[in-house]
């Protein structure tokens, strides 16, 4: 069984929160982006199963984009999608032996365009 690649069909990017120096002696905080991507997107409910999720449901998004040699994702990225940004979960690897999708559960943390954003957590 091989990948649809039609389902590829929202665009998303995995980043990271840093500081940087603002030119006056403080730090802004900036989002910086790592890889923009395709991916399918699919928004967990009750049915399932994810029972540790249950409080965030609504908020609780699995993922999944296509394998690439030069990028691993993990927790310490965020995503942002749909003008918000998304906490990564977990990262699973799915058909390890064929190394063709990366499977991940995410949580939507905050809006990109709230001017009162600040880092997520």
Known sequence: MGINFGSYDQSITFGNFGSTDDGYGGALIAWTPVLTTFARIMQVSGGNRVEALQLTLPRTYQMGI?????????????????????????????????????????IRVGQADNPNFNEPT
Do not use: C
Request: glycine share 2%.
């Open 66 to 106: 296509q394998w690439r040699s030069t990028f691993q994702p993990d927790e310490s990225m965020q995503v942002l999608y749909r003008g918000a940004y998304h906490k990564i979960n977990a990262v699973e690897l799915m058909d390890e032996r064929m190394t063709k999708e990366y499977v991940i559960t995410m």
